[in-house]
């Protein structure tokens, strides 16, 4: 029964660390389209601007927020991850254990 309760616990932190995999990602890409709207907000007129911010068009993203975001899912997903290796390792070695216990079955 051991061996099913690990397993199940480690399914659901694959699934947890999935989806932090997914929000740091989303993080990430948001960083990367604040540098590209940094760039633009320097290259286009004032007047653009600010239309584009109205239209929703250009975003008042906080840099250093979504840096601070990034770092701390890097960091939960690395946790979890680590955990996640734990459990593993012990799934493997108790499915070991189970094995060995096994009586020996015959050839013939």
């Given amino acids: 029964m051991r061996a099913v309760d690990l397993a199940v616990f480690a399914d659901a ?9 997914a ?7 948001l960083i990367r389209q604040a540098a590209i709207e940094r760039e633009a907000r320097r290259s286009l007129g004032a007047e ?10 250009l975003s008042r993203a906080d840099a250093r927020g979504l840096h601070a975001e990034s ?6 997903l690395a946790a979890v991850e ?11 070695a108790e499915r070991e254990r189970e094995r060995e216990s096994e009586p020996a ?4």
Avoid at 13 to 21: D, K, T, V, Y
Avoid at 23 to 29: A, H, S, V
Avoid at 105 to 108: E, K, L, V, W
């Fill in 13 to 21: 932190l694959a699934g947890r660390a999935g989806a932090l995999a």
């Fill in 23 to 29: 929000r740091l990602e989303r993080g990430r890409d």
């Fill in 48 to 57: 653009t601007v600010a239309r584009l911010v109205e239209l929703g068009v």
């Fill in 71 to 76: 770092r701390r899912l890097a960091a939960d």
């Fill in 82 to 92: 680590e955990l996640q290796a734990w459990v593993e390792a012990r799934l493997f």
């Fill in 105 to 108: 079955r015959d050839a013939a």
